[in-house]
């Protein structure tokens, strides 16, 4: 069982940056794949970025590529997704996840975070 619980979601101005942080519970972080998911109003929920249990592995998708960085820090079971260069597009509801394998879709993670509402102003 993991539990996950994301913080630093806000208010910015287009152009901006902030960094999303998701504290996990369990002893077994470092063998999770852990992900970063949105999803806007009326919008289903789409994938961010992943990375693998070591870290050194990422994954992105085109619409964050170069401006968004994954991150991992398995001696404080957290995650991180560094934005940059915000735009408007990106206001959503961001959500941290954990799976077992390594993948970008949804119903391959078992473990959800809560959320964390990003608002991106023009």
């Known amino acids: 069982q993991v539990q996950l619980v994301e913080s630093g979601g806000g208010l910015v101005q287009a152009g901006g940056s902030l960094r999303l942080s998701c504290a996990a519970s369990?002893?077994?972080?470092?063998?999770?794949?852990m992900g970063w998911f949105r999803q806007a109003p009326g919008k289903e929920r789409e994938f961010v970025a992943a990375?693998?249990?070591?870290?050194?592995?990422?994954l992105y998708a085109d619409s964050v590529k170069g401006r968004f960085t994954i991150s991992r820090d398995n001696a404080k079971t957290t995650v991180y997704l560094q934005m940059n260069s915000l735009k408007p597009e990106d206001t959503a509801v961001y959500y941290c996840?954990?799976?077992?394998?390594?993948?970008?879709?949804?119903?391959?993670?078992?473990?959800w975070g809560q959320g964390a509402q990003v608002t991106v102003s023009s």
């Open positions: 369990g002893r077994t972080f470092s063998t999770y794949v």
């Open positions: 990375i693998t249990g070591s870290g050194r592995t990422p």
């Open positions: 996840a954990a799976s077992s394998v390594w993948s970008s879709r949804p119903p391959s993670y078992a473990y």
